[in-house]
């Protein structure tokens, strides 16, 4: 796989199809060839460059065991080295949930680079934590209950993210989640980046009222996926495509969407 520096860590990415440049960032627990497993990168790669990352502490790319490393400004900055290392000055981003937040990042701290964004089910007004209280009060733990091993385990059931946990290192799989799980909205800067940007979420989804919220109060395009979990709104690719497609598509432009 090719690999940029950034920091002093590599990322790995791999590129396909040709056309506008399109970088496509997976979640937590998943790497680049995800998005092809799960059927977005053949069809996008019709009509643009994708280039799939491994993100920092995930696969093929360098996995830091200080949550330091994983800070919104390097999570752009890693992004922004992968367009340097090919050339590319401006592209559009598309993330799903890590991957989203790391696309808000890239849009407050470098949104010169970004040419619109595609924002799947993270929440950018409280971040990550908006959804802790919710799941475990469905699931009757305590509040003061750790989330991660349980982001753990519901990742392990998919054996495409299983094998990312096996072979990954887990003190850096630590770091990364206590990075994250700290932050806190974006929702100031991300509104205030000029970035073109869709966003989406499952309607079962605890990220899905908050995104909806931010789109309502801002303008942005926002789509639902009907009766989908977290999950659920990433494996409905022909779904989310129907949608996300024409946006990457047509004159740059932001509105919302119902």
């Known amino acids: 796989m090719p ?62 065991r200080d949550p330091a490393a994983y800070a919104l400004e390097r999570r752009a900055a890693y992004v922004v080295a992968v367009l340097d290392d090919l050339g590319i000055g401006r592209a559009a981003f598309w993330g799903y949930s890590l991957g989203a937040l790391t696309g808000y990042a890239v849009a407050a701290h470098a949104p010169e680079r970004l040419t619109r964004l595609v924002a ?60 994250f799980s700290r932050e806190p909205g974006l929702h100031a800067e991300l509104a205030a980046s000029g970035v073109p940007t869709l966003m989406y979420a499952g309607t079962a989804d605890p990220w899905h009222e908050p995104m909806r919220t931010f789109a309502e109060r801002t303008g942005t395009a926002f789509f639902s996926v009907p009766d989908a979990d977290h999950q659920g709104g990433w494996d409905r690719a022909a779904d989310v495509l129907r949608r996300v497609r024409p946006f990457l598509d047509a004159p740059q432009s932001s509105g919302k969407e119902k």
């Open 120 to 179: 799947g089910a993270f929440d950018p007004l409280d971040g990550f934590r908006s959804a802790v209280g919710p799941t475990l009060d469905h699931l009757g733990l305590p509040a003061d209950t750790d989330p991660y091993p349980l982001m753990e385990r519901g990742a392990a059931a998919d054996p495409a993210q299983a094998a990312v946990i096996e072979n990954g290192d887990p003190e850096a799989l630590r770091a990364n989640y206590a990075a």
């Open 3 to 64: 690999v940029a520096r950034s920091n002093g860590f590599k990322i790995a990415y791999e590129v396909a199809g040709e056309g506008p440049p399109l970088l496509l960032h997976p979640g937590m627990f998943q790497i680049g060839a995800h998005w092809d497993r799960a059927g977005y990168t053949a069809p996008l790669a019709a009509a643009h460059t994708v280039v799939t990352v491994d993100p920092l502490g995930l696969g093929a790319s360098d996995a830091p």
